[in-house]
């Protein structure tokens, strides 16, 4: 017998609100970026960005960030996504909140909005890189991701498509169908994705929307994850324009919006980590088992990295025979292959072994889940073994 290659581990993840947990204060300032592509458009921008203090045009954190440009729903405002704002730049993410095609008449340009949300992650990593007198100057790490909401999600994959290998990563929220087809231009976006849907997404129901767009991606590394009793405008704070849509359309919601929201941020940042930050993938895999979402994953796991000090949460011996796994505490053990099916399912006790035959081979993801009052312990160890 031998012990198997551990890869990675998971620590505590604390299942609280997305205020808890902020490491930076948040700081905002307007941009106004011209686009010489198109005479006369103006991409107006409100960025939020990691700052000393909280205020407008305060100086920024110190470090480099990420930027995310984000493109907001059908008749919505950028500022019904401040909860998404404060979530991500507390943790250390620029955020172009992009403020254009937001009237109901005459109907906004999908095209066009597209265009902008590329455009304003273009040209303010180009300004944090040789605009010397402006404030972003030197503060964002050079990578970037595309994030939208509805219409804000489709027409991300619009500007995703104009160029091969950009943005960094990504994602969509209940992405809709755009015209010109957001389905039609997947095929040309490579950048890593990642697209959430709502189960009872009445609005822009999976089977029309996210599903077409996930399939027709070019991108070698995608992810689809339906967020179980999810609906099309809970990713949002409440807002008049989206919530009418949802009520009108039929959707009955399984899960509350604060629910909806921390299922979305506790996929989507270790996503952005492991491709904005170059963080370990550990921690996004560990989400692909999560029994909040059904999952479909092409993405292989590479940077996988040693995380010692969670190693003693179980003894691990592969033989001839599968694995002999010892737990230190009880809880529910799952194990998972890299594309989120689960293989195994049982509940374990503290100090008994347990023997798991016929594994396949390949690299596989262990995960522990101990219920500690609010809080819950994932264990995520990844066992390579011939």
């Given at each position: 017998?031998?012990?198997?290659?551990?890869?990675?581990?998971?620590?505590?993840?604390?299942?609280?609100?997305?205020?808890?947990?902020?490491?930076?204060?948040?700081?905002?300032?307007?941009?106004?970026?011209?686009?010489?592509?198109?005479?006369?458009?103006?991409?107006?921008?409100?960025?939020?960005?990691?700052?000393?203090?909280?205020?407008?045009?305060?100086?920024?954190?110190?470090?480099?960030?990420?930027?995310?440009?984000?493109?907001?729903?059908?008749?919505?405002?950028?500022?019904?996504?401040?909860?998404?704002?404060?979530?991500?730049v507390s943790r250390g993410y620029a955020m172009a909140m992009v403020d254009m095609e937001n009237a109901?008449?005459?109907?906004?340009?999908?095209?066009?909005?597209?265009?902008?949300?590329?455009?304003?992650?273009?040209?303010?990593?180009?300004?944090?890189?040789?605009?010397?007198?402006?404030?972003?100057?030197?503060?964002?790490?050079?990578?970037?991701?595309?994030?939208?909401?509805?219409?804000?999600?489709?027409?991300?994959?619009?500007?995703?498509?104009?160029?091969?290998?950009?943005?960094?990563?990504?994602?969509?929220?209940?992405?809709?169908?755009?015209?010109?087809?957001?389905?039609?231009?997947?095929?040309?976006?490579?950048?890593?994705?990642?697209?959430?849907?709502?189960?009872?997404?009445?609005?822009?129901?999976?089977?029309?929307?996210?599903?077409?767009?996930?399939?027709?991606?070019?991108?070698?590394?995608?992810?689809?994850?339906?967020?179980?009793?999810?609906?099309?405008?809970?990713?949002?704070?409440?807002?008049?324009?989206?919530?009418?849509?949802?009520?009108?359309?039929?959707?009955?919601?399984?899960?509350?919006?604060?629910?909806?929201?921390?299922?979305?941020?506790?996929?989507?940042?270790?996503?952005?980590?492991?491709?904005?930050?170059?963080?370990?993938?550990?921690?996004?895999?560990?989400?692909?088992?999560?029994?909040?979402?059904?999952?479909?994953?092409?993405?292989?796991?590479?940077n996988l990295r040693d995380n010692e000090e969670n190693f003693d949460a179980l003894d691990c011996i592969?033989?001839?025979?599968?694995?002999?796994?010892t737990f230190r505490e009880k809880g529910l053990f799952s194990v998972y292959n890299l594309q989120g099916?689960?293989?195994?399912?049982?509940?374990?006790?503290?100090?008994?072994?347990?023997?798991?035959?016929?594994?396949?081979?390949?690299?596989?993801?262990?995960?522990?889940?101990?219920?500690?009052?609010?809080?819950?312990?994932?264990?995520?160890?990844?066992?390579?073994?011939?």
């Open positions: 017998m031998k012990t198997p290659h551990l890869i990675a581990g998971l620590g505590l993840l604390l299942n609280f609100s997305y205020l808890r947990g902020q490491n930076h204060a948040i700081g905002s300032s307007d941009y106004a970026l011209p686009d010489p592509a198109r005479p006369g458009r103006t991409v107006q921008v409100r960025l939020f960005y990691p700052a000393l203090t909280h205020g407008n045009n305060t100086p920024w954190s110190s470090g480099t960030f990420p930027l995310i440009s984000f493109g907001h729903g059908f008749a919505m405002s950028y500022t019904a996504y401040q909860n998404i704002w404060e979530y991500f109901v008449i005459p109907p906004p340009s999908h095209s066009d909005f597209g265009q902008d949300i590329r455009w304003a992650a273009k040209e303010l990593l180009n300004r944090s890189a040789n605009s010397s007198t402006d404030p972003i100057f030197g503060r964002l790490n050079g990578k970037a991701a595309f994030m939208g909401h509805s219409m804000g999600g489709g027409s991300s994959v619009l500007g995703a498509a104009i160029e091969t290998g950009f943005p960094d990563a990504v994602v969509g929220l209940s992405a809709a169908e755009t015209n010109p087809s957001a389905v039609n231009a997947a095929s040309q976006v490579t950048s890593p994705c990642l697209m959430l849907a709502g189960e009872k997404d009445m609005v822009t129901p999976p089977s029309q929307h996210q599903v077409p767009i996930f399939n027709a991606l070019g991108s070698s590394c995608k992810v689809y994850a339906e967020i179980k009793g999810g609906i099309h405008c809970y990713y949002a704070l409440a807002n008049l324009a989206c919530d009418f849509g949802e009520t009108t359309s039929g959707s009955q919601p399984g899960i509350s919006r604060a629910q909806q929201q921390q299922a979305t941020y506790d996929i989507v940042e270790p996503f952005l980590a492991w491709h904005l930050k170059n963080a370990s993938a550990g921690p996004f895999l560990n989400m692909l088992g999560d029994n909040r979402y059904s999952v479909v994953n092409s993405c292989a796991f590479t592969q033989g001839s025979d599968g694995l002999h796994i099916v689960r293989l195994f399912h049982r509940r374990v006790e503290a100090g008994v072994r347990l023997h798991i035959p016929d594994l396949p081979s390949g690299i596989l993801v262990g995960h522990l889940d101990t219920g500690l009052g609010q809080a819950v312990r994932r264990f995520a160890t990844v066992i390579s073994h011939p």
